[in-house]
């Protein structure tokens, strides 16, 4: 759940920050419900402050009268306070850790299925980076003698939320209710490398149903395991420049699910990811401060109750990216099992920054520092305040990043996507998805309630091409394909579809692709893989009618917000539709972390919140495989749909014309890859067969032929049965996550600009072109690169290719690159279409 308090630090008390009533419209935190009645005294006493809040506020003479009464009230009262305070537990329970004793603070929740946790808040992992300090690796933290109190949060990372936001890219809780997030960040410092522990206790009620085959009837049933807890640790986005741990409460999530949740800060834009390339400023110091905060864990997290050998990594948007990033990282080797990415993938055009010392110049020389030697450069950004730094409004280009994550050769050695496709990675245990309407952001002010209209469609594709793809010839034939693809033939003048298919192509390129391509490239190096798509948001004031599950609005239920009441950021309107959908959604996050499959050990029975029947309690989550694909469709009816998928993937080996059949006799010439990526082996030479043209003369419109009852799911692919260049052409149907259920059919005066068994996106004249990366140009391995030892996973039927990671120069960066679509079965659709 997330935190509705701010990070003024006379307003906190015992770790909690309370919120003006006026916030919200009067809604208040879980935690702010549980507490508002209570009032801390001098001597540690906790009693009803409706009672004595008129006392309190007494001025002259009754002041020390009234000072009196309460220090006697707390003298009398103190056993049955401290009890009603904390049953079965002390209201500050210390634990020791490696650095120091920690005093932590005991928080009930607004919920009776709910047990107590224990919070340890403002916990340092690190030494502060400030200084000399500054665009350096962390360092571990000092120790302290006496008991250091961990009842506050402690100060967020330096950022700018009041500046110009990457809001298409930002959740859209976080965007539209920005006054009510805005003070989380009031108190900031370089010193914000702490993190947040949240331990649940085991004095809760938590139980369930189960048969009683002796009395014939149900009986309670403890679900809570003894042992060792497993861990999460949370990892926030924001585009890796705004965000905090501390908004994220973990207390329902660590009580329901039994499990240690940790929330952290790390460094954000310009002092987390600021790189000039080289050994002056080599960047991904936000990515070794998450590093920073496992190491830790392993080293501490015992003390709490937890297992250091079950670890899992979770985070949303940026911090999903980061997930993979980490699962790609030597650096992070055997510091955590599981690995969960909610919409976030390291090879999104946003994940990683390929012209870091470009920003870094444009910072420079905003802050009138010199351009002249790198090292100099640096000095000269660690002598500004943080305030001055955080305060430049770099702005990128449109669906990329100034500072984030670079290919640096140490922390990052490669393209994310190479790495994944040679299997430069370990055997985590991976759960990912993506929500239904991820790019919201994207059409939410195109056109207003009315839908788009066809001048707005056309502008807003060309936007889209004008910004991803660096080339310029083609571009016309590109636009028109793309409107081709995201049209609705059977309905092309409904302006509400029209919004509805953009929506479509920007969810389907930042997001659902780049996590197929992902899910698929882990799943063929036999990595258990479980994908999700997520298809439901809470009733929230100013949500269009019209919009799906957008960007985080899987959080809520993630944390589980429901089970206790709105709050400032989420200002739903929960139903027992959405308790149960929470508590459905952690008992498959909180089973992945303890077991590595998302249906095991606990069931899916949530009985004990109401009666109303659990349809999840029959559905079995299988894993995803690049043959199958199957992922769970999670919502109000939830399903595992027909295995099918899209994906934009790099190509250049094109034909002559894009306007005809591929020439000559046999299969269309193979995709080239990368050098640097690892080949499967060539398929089995096919028999010949007689050509067919694509439009014979007694073939019906396409738009005539029935729809397949059993595809149901959107997806830019030709139908599987059909994926031969010798057959006649069939219509398209969109057919992948997120279910849009759209029927887009090749219209018949179309020009066949797309030809069987490829769907092109470059035109002939470019098809030279050097090899293309995935999303953008790269630099090359950095000088610095060193060969480092690595586990590979096996697998079969590649041939083995060595990778140059010792090159001393940079490759010449290639342009930009559309994707296209790859029918599935096709041989040429494997390891990410890379």
Not at 36 to 44: A, C, N, W
Not at 249 to 258: E, I, K, T
Request: hydrophobic residues 35%.
């Amino acid at each position: 759940m997330l935190n509705t308090a701010t990070q003024s630090a006379n307003q906190e008390e015992a770790g909690y920050h309370p919120s003006s009533s006026s916030q919200s419209g009067g809604r208040r935190s879980p935690f702010e419900s549980a507490h508002r009645q209570e009032l801390t005294l001098l001597g540690g006493d906790v009693i009803g402050s409706a009672m004595l809040q008129p006392h309190v506020r007494g001025r002259g003479r009754w002041r020390l009268w009234n000072a009196c009464l309460l220090w006697l009230l707390g003298v009398v009262l103190r056993p049955v306070l401290t009890l009603t305070a904390a049953p079965g537990g002390p209201k500050h329970p210390t634990v020791s850790t490696n650095y120091g004793k920690l005093r932590g603070v005991w928080r009930e929740l607004a919920s009776e299925i709910l047990g107590p946790v224990e919070l340890y808040l403002g916990v340092p992992y690190a030494s502060p980076p400030v200084g000399e300090r500054r665009f350096q690796p962390p360092e571990a933290p000092g120790s302290w003698p006496e008991i250091r109190n961990a009842t506050r949060f402690a100060p967020v990372c330096p950022q700018n939320v009041h500046g110009v936001l990457p809001e298409i890219m930002l959740p859209v809780w976080f965007t539209d209710n920005l006054d009510a997030a805005a003070g989380y960040f009031q108190n900031q410092s370089e010193d914000c490398l702490y993190l947040n522990v949240y331990v649940p206790t085991e004095e809760g009620p938590l139980t369930k149903k189960s048969p009683d085959p002796a009395a014939n009837r149900p009986r309670e049933q403890d679900i809570r395991d003894r042992r060792k807890k497993p861990v999460m640790l949370f990892i926030h986005g924001g585009s890796y420049m705004e965000g905090t741990g501390n908004m994220f409460d973990a207390s329902v999530l660590a009580a329901y699910g039994n499990v240690i949740v940790v929330t952290i800060n790390y460094r954000l834009g310009v002092l987390g990811f600021l790189s000039t390339g080289d050994q002056s400023a080599k960047g991904n110091y936000g990515l070794l401060d998450q590093i920073q905060a496992l190491r830790w864990l392993n080293e501490n997290i015992a003390h709490f109750g937890g297992d250091p050998e079950r670890i899992t990594i979770f985070g949303s948007g940026a911090g999903a990216a980061c997930v993979n990033l980490l699962i790609l990282s030597h650096h992070s080797e055997g510091l955590f099992q599981r690995a969960i990415a909610q919409s976030g993938s390291a090879i999104s055009s946003w994940s990683v920054n390929y012209q870091p010392l470009k920003y870094t110049r444009n910072l420079a020389r905003k802050v009138g520092c010199s351009l002249g030697e790198p090292g100099e450069l640096v000095a000269c950004l660690r002598r500004k305040s943080f305030r001055e730094l955080v305060d430049q409004d770099i702005q990128p280009a449109r669906y990329h990043i100034a500072f984030g994550p670079v290919v640096d050769g140490d922390v990052l050695p490669d393209d994310p996507e190479i790495l994944m496709q040679q299997g430069e990675f370990l055997n985590y245990d991976i759960l990912m998805g993506v929500n239904q309407g991820e790019g919201l952001k994207f059409v939410d002010d195109s056109e207003g309630e009315d839908g788009i209209t066809p001048a707005s469609f056309d502008y807003t594709i060309s936007n889209f091409v004008d910004n991803l793809y660096g080339y310029t010839e083609g571009k016309d034939i590109l636009r028109e394909t793309i409107k081709f693809m995201y049209t609705d033939w059977a309905d092309r003048e409904n302006t509400d579809m029209r919004r509805k298919t953009l929506l479509a192509l920007f969810t389907d390129h930042q997001w659902v692709a780049p996590a197929v391509a992902t899910a698929k490239l882990h799943a063929e190096f036999q990595s258990p893989v479980y994908f999700y798509t997520f298809y439901h948001h809470c009733q929230m004031e100013g949500r269009p009618e019209w919009a799906d599950a957008a960007h985080g609005d899987e959080l809520p239920y993630v944390f589980g917000v429901p089970l206790v009441g709105a709050t400032d950021l989420f200002p739903c309107n929960f139903s027992k539709n959405d308790v149960m959908l929470s508590a459905v959604i952690m008992t498959y996050w909180t089973n992945f972390a303890k077991s590595g499959d998302p249906n095991q050990p606990v069931p899916q029975d949530t009985k004990f919140i109401h009666t109303k029947p659990n349809r999840f309690e029959e559905v079995i989550w299988t894993k995803f495989s690049s043959k199958d694909k199957q992922y769970l469709h999670i919502g109000l009816k939830p399903r595992v749909p027909l295995p099918k998928d899209c994906i934009f993937t790099p190509t250049h080996g094109l034909p002559n014309s894009t306007h005809a059949p591929w020439p000559g006799q046999g299969k269309p010439p193979r995709t080239t890859r990368h050098p640097f990526a690892t080949m499967p082996p060539d398929p089995e030479p096919e028999s010949e067969r007689p050509r067919f043209s694509p439009f014979p003369s007694d073939r019906g419109p396409a738009n005539d032929l029935p729809h397949a009852p059993e595809e149901e799911l959107m997806s830019l692919q030709l139908k599987r049965s059909e994926h031969d260049p010798h057959r006649d052409l069939e219509p398209l149907r969109p057919t992948c996550p997120p279910d849009y259920t759209l029927a887009l059919r090749r219209a018949p005066e179309d020009l066949p600009l797309i030809t069987p068994n490829t769907i092109t996106m470059i035109p002939s004249s470019i098809s030279g072109m050097q090899p293309l990366h995935v999303f953008n140009a790269y630099p090359g391995p950095a000088p610095h690169t060193r060969p480092r030892p690595r586990t590979r996973l096996p697998r079969p039927g590649l041939r083995p290719h060595t990778h140059p990671r010792t090159q001393q120069h940079p490759v010449p960066p290639p342009l930009h690159h559309p994707r296209i679509v790859e029918p599935l079965g096709s041989d040429r659709a494997g390891a990410g279409g890379g």
